[in-house]
């Protein structure tokens, strides 16, 4: 008799909890259908609710999570309407909210289907898919309100960025996105062309790499350009994330993109395919790219320094020392074709027999000016400041104490 009466207790205040807490729904619901509501007036809502969702009895219903999402919806409109009226506003705790509701919101869309039955309390089967038939009650309503907000969501990412707070950003850009290619947004003819979304999926990858998270970054660029988005600094951004990740082989071949459709107008897609074919020793369409650069632009002196190294590894400094000339005279301050031609005749002159002959000692003033010059813009070079050590020696020179 006692473990009965133990018994219908527990079942008696197991239905009590769940009868509060459903008054708490209620209550709530009830609150936010108010027509002049402050910011404050939801927040205090929200806190309410918030209680529901936490609770065993009702944290797998959908209604407490459809309710919350609401309200953060509610919070997000209320605080750009007193925007829109002139008032100051938080627009980082406007986007937060809206980035909650969407959350709440997916939950309650997870939760939102019970079985269809008949008056047996049979499942009622669909003859089409031979499946159990569910019905929903918030899911349209939902649908309906996160497809309104589509575009804020765009908005918001921007303001998170300004703002520096890149993770958020990269969220919201991130509902954006999925939301302009859902079918909801479909079936409600709002969806967004990939034009619009590369640019906001540009956006995201900015965000992900301001963040040092690389592999994100990587792959919301690539997303873009996928998408029809080839800007310059999409191509830039995508390269620095590779060189951050240390990825070469992904790294030469968006390079060989950069440059087959922006062509010569930035010597670091040239340099990094170029170091490629050097690293491989693919001297032929090193060769060929350079000819092709320099052909349609004779006035980047990077081009003629990288001829210059490759011309030098086939044929010898004194076919190279021409095309490094050619990088200083148009750059008088290029540090590496200043070290490259001085550096080549170098060579030059340790190949005499006597390397204090005149012949070396002249080879040695030629090569002084190009590369004390460099040694000014690269003092932490230290290949730069062996050789000038030992040309300082073998002239006796005092300088070899300034190095």
């Not at 003819?189 to 965000?207: H, I």
């Not at 790219?289 to 030098?312: H, Q």
């Not at 540090?335 to 002249?362: C, R, V, W």
Request: neutral net charge.
């Amino acid at each position: 008799m006692r473990n009965l009466v133990l018994v219908l207790f527990i079942a008696s205040c197991s239905i009590l909890e769940v009868a509060a807490q459903q008054r708490v729904v209620n209550e709530v619901k009830k609150e936010i259908s108010g027509l002049s509501l402050t910011v404050d007036n939801y927040k205090n809502s929200l806190k309410k609710i918030t209680k529901t969702l936490e609770n065993d009895e009702t944290k797998e219903k959908a209604e407490p999570w459809w309710i919350a999402g609401k309200i953060q919806y509610a919070i997000y409109d209320k605080m750009m309407n007193n925007k829109a009226a002139g008032e100051k506003i938080n627009q980082v705790e406007a986007g937060l909210a809206l980035i909650d509701g969407y959350d709440k919101f997916l939950t309650a869309l997870d939760k939102d289907s019970t079985k269809v039955t008949d008056k047996k309390g049979n499942p009622v089967i669909d003859k089409r898919t031979k499946k159990c038939k569910v019905k929903t009650k918030y899911s349209q309503d939902i649908v309906n309100r996160v497809v309104d907000h589509m575009i804020d969501y765009s908005a918001v990412a921007g303001d998170f960025y300004l703002a520096n707070d890149w993770e958020h950003a990269y969220r919201a850009w991130d509902i954006y996105c999925e939301i302009a290619t859902s079918s909801w947004a479909k079936s409600k003819k709002m969806t967004e062309p990939d034009s619009v979304v590369g640019y906001n999926r540009f956006f995201q990858g900015l965000a992900a790499y301001q963040a040092h998270q690389y592999d994100k970054a990587v792959l919301q660029l690539s997303n873009a350009r996928n998408l029809g988005y080839k800007k310059k600094a999409l191509y830039d951004t995508w390269i620095d994330a590779l060189l951050k990740q240390h990825d070469t082989i992904y790294l030469v071949s968006v390079a060989h993109e950069a440059h087959d459709m922006l062509g010569a107008s930035d010597p670091r897609y040239v340099h990094i395919l170029i170091n490629h074919y050097l690293k491989s020793k693919n001297y032929s369409e090193a060769n060929e790219l350079l000819d092709e650069v320099i052909e349609s632009d004779s006035l980047v002196a990077d081009y003629y320094d990288l001829k210059g190294r490759i011309v030098e590894i086939e044929k010898g400094v004194d076919v190279a020392i021409p095309f490094y000339k050619k990088a200083v005279e148009l750059n008088p301050e290029h540090p590496m074709a200043l070290f490259d031609i001085g550096n080549a005749l170098y060579t030059k002159a340790i190949a005499e027999n006597d390397h204090k002959s005149s012949q070396a000692m002249e080879l040695y003033n030629q090569a002084l000016p190009y590369l004390e010059k460099a040694y000014k813009l690269m003092p932490r070079n230290e290949a730069l400041k062996n050789i000038l050590s030992r040309i300082y020696y073998v002239m006796g020179s005092n300088k070899i104490d300034m190095l």
